[in-house]
């Protein structure tokens, strides 16, 4: 058996540009794996197939697991299966990748499994048919992300504490960059945020195209923000196209706290996977 961590994602900036012609839209995000986390075990069968513990999901083609296991057969030409155990931790259709997390964690797991057929970056440029947050999940760290999300640069990594908050509703992605077309993008341009990040970052240059979207269709994400802020938080906002919010704290100790008080879930950076 194989035993792999499914890390989620922070986006801490996201800055959303124009669509491309391939329809997708140009991205500059500060990527982050924490600590919360799906966990996945497989083992070598004859046929793919999917468990599911811990929430209400499905187990059938659409989901991004067993969508990983069939790509990794396709294109390994290995002939075989997996027996694939998913206990969902991370929420669903919150904005932290749970998703991605799965179909990178199962990617990893049967390349192990089946004695490496992949490189490393093999395995990225595959990945992307899974979707676009995919090859960083399956990297881990502290990375920016342009592109659509595909295109990683290694750029200085932080040891970061999180406190989490979840919203009320289920934010659809496709709805969300809808909305985002049809309003002002009030964060085209997320270059001076990167600038102060190798030194000293400054928050208040880091933002989300889809926030003010976001807290429009979900009336806890600007309660939630004011929260965290008013325990601590040096910066709060919304991952991915949201509802979660997160706040980053200087020290653990003051996240556990804050974590305490608001009832939200604590998570630190994992800068290696």
């Not at 600590?35 to 659409?62: F, P, Y």
């Not at 790509?71 to 027996?83: H, K, T, V, W, Y």
């Not at 979707?131 to 399956?138: E, H, N, Q, T």
């Not at 592109?147 to 496709?174: M, N, Q």
Request: hydrophobic share 40%; glycine share 12%; with cysteine.
């Amino acid at each position: 058996m194989i035993c792999e961590n499914a890390y989620g994602k922070l986006n801490i900036c996201l800055s959303v540009g124009a669509r491309a012609e391939n329809g997708y839209h140009l991205l500059d995000s500060l990527m982050q794996t924490v600590s919360l986390c799906d966990l996945i075990s497989l083992e070598k069968a004859d046929a793919v197939s999917l468990t599911v513990k811990g929430q209400r999901l499905s187990c059938g083609e659409d989901n991004l697991a067993v969508k990983a296991a069939r790509l990794f057969f396709r294109e390994s030409g290995i002939s075989g299966g997996a027996s694939i155990c998913l206990e969902k931790r991370i929420p669903q259709c919150a904005g932290l990748g749970g998703g991605s997390a799965d179909g990178a964690a199962v990617l990893r797991g049967l390349n192990r499994l089946y004695g490496s057929p992949f490189t490393a970056e093999q395995l990225e440029k595959i990945s992307l048919e899974l979707g676009a947050d995919v090859p960083f999940c399956l990297v881990g760290g502290t990375k920016r992300a342009r592109g659509i999300g595909e295109k990683l640069s290694a750029i200085k990594e932080r040891k970061l504490y999180f406190v989490l908050l979840y919203g009320k509703e289920r934010l659809s992605t496709p709805e969300m960059y809808r909305a985002l077309d049809k309003g002002v993008n009030p964060y085209p341009n997320a270059e001076a945020f990167f600038k102060s990040w190798e030194n000293t970052p400054d928050y208040s240059l880091c933002g989300n195209s889809f926030l003010p979207f976001a807290a429009e269709r979900d009336g806890t994400v600007a309660e939630h923000m004011a929260t965290l802020k008013a325990h601590g938080a040096v910066y709060s906002g919304i991952s991915g196209k949201g509802p979660t919010v997160f706040g980053i704290f200087a020290d653990g100790e003051k996240a556990a706290a804050a974590a305490k008080a608001v009832g939200g879930v604590c998570a630190e950076s994992v800068n290696k996977i």
